[in-house]
């Protein structure tokens, strides 16, 4: 098992930024790639970013270029958001798949105001 905390949320203004973390407890061995979702009201979960055992980050085109995901140790991964927009504005979840598994975290709301 994996256990996943985020931590980090917030109100921000338009044009700001926010970091959001993403703790890991338990089986860390197993994890393979983290990942960062968001969900919006009314919209399906988006993957954000995603960064892989190698170091390989990848980013929806949405946010390529105002966030940047990074290993801050072997158990924690976190999203630097720049340049926030009101569309931003969601419940950010972090997930990794490991090799025991698809495992996810509370979510942390982040808020963008105009």
């Known amino acids: 098992q994996v256990q996943l905390v985020e931590s980090g949320g917030g109100l921000v203004q338009a044009g700001g930024s926010l970091e959001l973390s993403c703790a890991a407890a338990?089986?860390?061995?197993?994890?393979?790639?983290w990942k960062w979702f968001r969900q919006a009201p009314g919209k399906d979960r988006e993957l954000v970013a995603s960064?892989?055992?190698?170091?390989?980050a990848n980013y929806a085109d949405s946010v390529r270029g105002r966030f940047a995901i990074s290993a801050r140790s072997r158990s924690t991964v976190i999203l630097r958001m720049n340049i926030l927009k009101p569309e931003d504005t969601a419940v950010y979840y972090c997930?990794?798949?490991?090799?025991?598994?698809?495992?996810w975290g509370q979510g942390t709301q982040v808020t963008v105001s105009s």
């Open positions: 997930n990794v798949d490991s090799r025991l598994g698809d495992f």
């Open positions: 338990g089986n860390l061995y197993s994890i393979n790639v």
């Open positions: 960064l892989g055992r190698s170091g390989t």
